[in-house]
C-alpha cells in the first residue's frame, strides 16, 4: 500500500487568495509529482522534483510554485486562486527506476474556487 | 505533437472478457503503462510493457506493438468492481509520462 498523502482533500475559497497544497511520502522516493485533472480529462503534469532542492515546471505551471527542501514533502502553491484553478490535484511519486513511470498517487485534493 | 488515443466510454456484462485499445505517437519511448482510476479517486498502476508481447497479471494483462505504436488492456471475468476509468500512458525520450484521458469502463450484471 502506497505511503503518499496529500492534505486537505477538500477545499473551498475565494479568488485572490493563496493556498498551499500538503504533499508527504514516507517512502523514501527521489522523484515527486504535481498533476492536475479535470473530470473526464487526462492528468496534466503542473510541477516536478528529481530530489531535494530539485523543481522543475510541467505544462501548466505558470501559476503555481513548488518547494523539495526535505525529500518526504513537495508542497504546491497557488500564490492567488481563480476560479479556472478548480479542479483535482494529485501528487505522486516513484523510486526513479527503470520501469519510473510506476507511480504511486496520493488521494488528491479537489480545489473549488469562487 | 505527442498524442494517445483511447476511447472514451465502453460498455461490457459481468463476467465476459473486454479490450481497451490504446495508440500512441510520441517523442521516443521507454515504457507503456496502464493505471485504474475509480470514480474520484487516484489512479492506481496495473501494468507496465517495454518489450512486444503480452504481460499477463491475473485477471489483466497488457499487448505492446512498438512498431505499430499499439497497446490494449484485456480484463477477462469482468466484475462490477472492474467499472472505472482505464488510463494509457507512454514514458517519452525525456522520461516523462504522456496520458491519455482514459476509457470508463461501464460494466452492467
Known amino acids: 500500500e502506497a505511503d503518499i498523502y496529500q492534505t486537505p482533500r477538500y477545499l473551498v475559497i475565494g479568488t485572490g487568495k493563496k493556498i498551499t497544497l500538503e504533499c508527504s511520502q514516507t517512502?523514501?522516493?527521489?522523484?515527486m509529482y504535481w498533476y492536475q485533472q479535470d473530470p473526464g480529462m487526462e492528468l496534466h503534469l503542473i510541477h516536478y522534483?528529481?530530489?531535494?532542492?530539485?523543481?522543475e515546471k510541467g505544462d501548466l505551471s505558470s501559476e503555481s510554485t513548488v518547494s523539495r527542501i526535505r525529500t518526504e514533502h513537495f508542497p504546491l502553491t497557488l500564490e492567488s486562486a481563480r476560479p479556472s484553478h478548480t479542479s483535482q490535484y494529485l501528487c505522486a511519486s516513484s523510486d526513479g527506476g527503470a520501469d519510473t513511470g510506476e507511480l504511486f498517487f496520493g488521494e488528491g485534493s479537489r480545489l473549488t474556487v469562487l | 505533437g505527442q498524442n494517445i488515443d483511447q476511447p472514451t466510454e465502453m460498455t461490457a456484462t459481468e463476467g465476459a472478457i473486454v479490450q481497451i485499445n490504446c495508440t500512441y505517437q510520441t517523442s521516443g519511448f521507454n515504457g507503456l503503462f496502464w493505471y485504474q482510476q475509480h470514480a474520484g479517486e487516484a489512479p492506481t498502476f496495473l501494468s507496465y510493457?517495454?518489450l512486444d508481447g503480452l504481460e499477463e497479471k491475473g485477471r489483466f494483462s497488457s499487448f505492446l506493438s512498438r512498431s505499430k505504436g499499439y497497446s490494449y488492456l484485456l480484463l477477462k471475468e469482468l466484475q462490477m468492481k472492474d467499472s472505472a476509468s482505464y488510463l494509457c500512458a507512454v514514458l517519452d525520450s525525456n522520461y516523462q509520462l504522456i496520458w491519455g484521458a482514459g476509457t470508463k469502463l461501464i460494466i452492467k450484471p
Open positions: 522534483s528529481y530530489g531535494v532542492n530539485s523543481t
Open positions: 517512502m523514501g522516493h527521489d522523484k
Open positions: 510493457n517495454v
